[in-house]
């Protein structure tokens, strides 16, 4: 599976970005994507994750990211609003063919791979 990561940038505290992940070389129907992010100096921690038909979302963004998918675009979405002035972190899309696990479990699992793509940094200013 190829992924590549797209719509980071700056953005002042409150305000919104969408981030894109384009899908090559899976049938995404099998596959289980998920959002990450690593800031300098801390571990990688997910954010979202989305299965077929649920729904994984860290406490810390809940209510306000929402991440989607396109089968037809092979693409994966994260809609970030109210965005808060936290450190700037590199966000990450990973997929794996997680489908018997749950999706906190198969967020989990993906988190410790090893092989990540070049991702797209995220900026908030306060």
């Known amino acids: 599976v190829q992924l590549v990561e797209s719509g980071g940038g700056l953005v002042q505290s409150g305000g919104s970005l969408r981030l894109s992940c384009e899908v090559s070389g899976a049938t995404m129907a099998y596959y289980t994507f998920g959002w990450f992010r690593q800031a300098p100096g801390k571990e990688r921690e997910g954010v979202s994750c989305i299965s077929t038909s649920d729904i994984y979302y860290a406490d810390s963004v809940k209510g306000r990211f929402t991440i989607s998918k396109d089968s037809a675009e092979n693409m994966v979405y994260l809609q970030m609003n109210n965005l808060k002035p936290d450190a700037p972190a590199t966000y990450y899309c990973?997929?794996?063919?997680?489908?018997?696990?749950?999706?906190?479990?198969?967020?989990?699992?993906?988190?410790?791979?090893?092989?990540w793509g070049q991702g797209t940094q995220v900026t908030v200013s306060s």
């Open positions: 990973a997929a794996g063919a997680f489908l018997q696990h749950s999706v906190s479990t198969a967020c989990s699992i993906l988190s410790k791979s090893d092989s």
